[in-house]
Nanobody, 121 residues
Framework: QVQLVESVVGLVQAGWSLRLACAAS????????MTWYRQAPGKQRELVAT???????NYADSVKGRFTISRDNAKNTLYLQMNSLKPEDTAVYYC???????????????WGQGTQVTVSS
């Protein structure tokens, strides 16, 4: 059984920083692309940033220059460093990972439970 567990560190006001973490655990053989999404109230879920297992990254225009995605492959952990936070960054943040479980022959998509980030002005 594979699961992704998110955690967050830090208090947030506009301009502050916060780091999200997402740890994959269970019977894992390999983790491919890992991604952060977010969903604000009344809006569709949107991609925030993605990182391949080779370290290539991609960001939404709205977070470029402020957010940094990274991963620790030895720990199967994904991070999102969020700087210069704005009220419009308020959303539930979800991590997603393509994981090849032991004994499987295809990658499956797994989601974290979601973490509420609220940025006050």
């Amino acid at each position: 059984q594979v699961q992704l567990v998110e955690s967050v560190v830090g208090l947030v006001q506009a301009g502050w920083s916060l780091r999200l973490a997402c740890a994959a655990s269970g019977s894992i053989f390999s983790v491919n692309t890992m991604t952060w999404y977010r969903q604000a109230p009344g809006k569709q879920r949107e991609l925030v940033a993605t990182v391949t297992n080779g370290g290539s990254t991609n960001y939404a225009d709205s977070v470029k220059g402020r957010f940094t995605i990274s991963r620790d492959n030895a720990k199967n952990t994904l991070y999102l460093q969020m700087n210069s936070l704005k009220p419009e960054d308020t959303a539930v943040y979800y991590c997603n990972a393509a994981i090849l479980g032991r004994g499987r022959n295809y990658y499956e998509s797994y989601w974290g439970q979601g973490t509420q980030v609220t940025v006050s002005s």
